[in-house]
């Protein structure tokens, strides 16, 4: 997936470089009314598309906080399962330690229990 991340990545720019060269004449943008920015075509594609890509990004952060401020109902469930199963899971350890050792089979209980003594 990264290498088809960087082709469709280094496309794009070998696509706005070859443009700009190709598009040197200035032209003028006209911001709001007064404000005028006279610049290579291909300089104000570059800025518009750095803007595009800025903005995309944002939404892109905006969108994920969401998702994780807003986790799906059943997520939830599951995590609370699985924190309900580790609490069994640590108290039947405990429990387990607790228990007395049940003597060994083929004679070993009693050479441990000469050792003992």
Known sequence: M?????????VICLALVLFGIE????????????VDFEAPLSVEL???AGIGATLAWVFSVWVHLQGVAQKNPEVQ??????QQLEEDVERYRVELEQLPMLP??????????????
Request: aromatic share 6%; proline share 2%.
């Open 2 to 10: 990264k290498q088809v991340n960087f082709v469709v990545i280094f």
């Open 23 to 34: 598009n040197t004449t200035p032209s003028v943008i006209h911001i709001v009314q007064g």
């Open 46 to 48: 570059i800025v518009a």
């Open 77 to 82: 469930q599951r995590e609370v399962r699985i």
């Open 104 to 117: 060994q089979a083929n004679g070993q209980a009693e050479t441990d229990e000469a050792y003992v003594q």
